[in-house]
């Protein structure tokens, strides 16, 4: 299916709803943030298995600020982009059930989506490592220590050694396995549970789509490729579903 046709194809579906979204770093480039798995990522330039580690905050608490204060913390200037606020009108509109993402961002939430599943935790709120309360995100940056028992700050992400959070996860479960429509813009699917729930809603009767600049381990059995900017063609689809 040429790029044309595959928007209005996708068009279709969408407004037809039950549709889910699974959203990965290559979403949140398109704004700006740097990606984690491509050849100049972020896990290019050091070993993220170490340093967006649990022994790491322990352990090396300086070098674990450091590592998030430099690559990790949105600046005000990173804004969602025209991907983002679609998929917000979508859901608005009622096509979209659910936003799946392994993005730590927020830039769903300040485009307006309200029912997303965050795999991997997210930036905000700060919380104190060791008792669970929670801190300011400017205490964070200036590494300061929690106000309550002087533990370490942290942001609300999963790290490396961590189990994912449940409740995201159930609600990817019951998302993915209850659409018709399963759409992945910007990951590269090579890892769980990333390329779990992709192949669930497919065996599920859905259609699955992806949207990727380069290719993916599951592209062969997508009913819809694109291999090209996500704004641009949610955009494309868009204008045909008027």
Not at 40 to 55: F, K, L, R, T
Not at 149 to 157: E, Y
Not at 165 to 182: E, M
Request: aromatic content about 8%.
């Amino acid at each position: 299916m040429d790029s044309e046709n595959g928007a209005k194809w996708l068009a279709d579906k969408i407004k037809k709803g039950r549709v889910v979204v699974f959203s990965g770093a290559g979403l949140s480039t398109e704004s700006g943030l740097q990606d984690f798995r491509s050849r100049d990522g972020i896990w290019s330039q050091v070993d993220p298995a170490e340093m967006a580690s649990v022994g790491v905050l322990e352990r090396r608490y300086d070098e674990f600020l450091e590592f998030y204060k430099a690559r990790l913390y949105v600046p005000d200037s990173i804004k969602p982009n025209i991907g983002h606020k679609l998929i917000a009108e979508w859901e608005a509109s009622g096509y979209v059930t659910g936003v799946i993402t392994q993005n730590i961002d927020r830039l769903h939430q300040r485009a307006g989506s309200k029912r997303i599943a965050e795999l991997h935790g997210s930036l905000e709120p700060v919380i104190c490592h060791s008792c669970g309360r929670e801190g300011t995100t400017e205490d964070f940056l200036a590494g300061k220590p929690c106000s309550y028992c002087g533990g370490h700050l942290r942001p609300s992400v999963v790290l490396f050694g961590e189990m994912l959070p449940q409740q995201p996860l159930n609600w990817a479960d019951q998302w993915s396995s209850d659409c018709d429509t399963f759409i992945v813009l910007g990951s590269s699917l090579v890892v769980s549970p990333a390329n779990y729930f992709p192949r669930q809603a497919k065996n599920h009767g859905a259609e699955l789509v992806i949207i990727n600049r380069d290719e993916t381990p599951l592209d062969s059995m997508a009913d819809l490729t694109a291999h090209e900017g996500i704004g641009d063609y949610l955009t494309k689809v868009s204008e045909y579903m008027k």
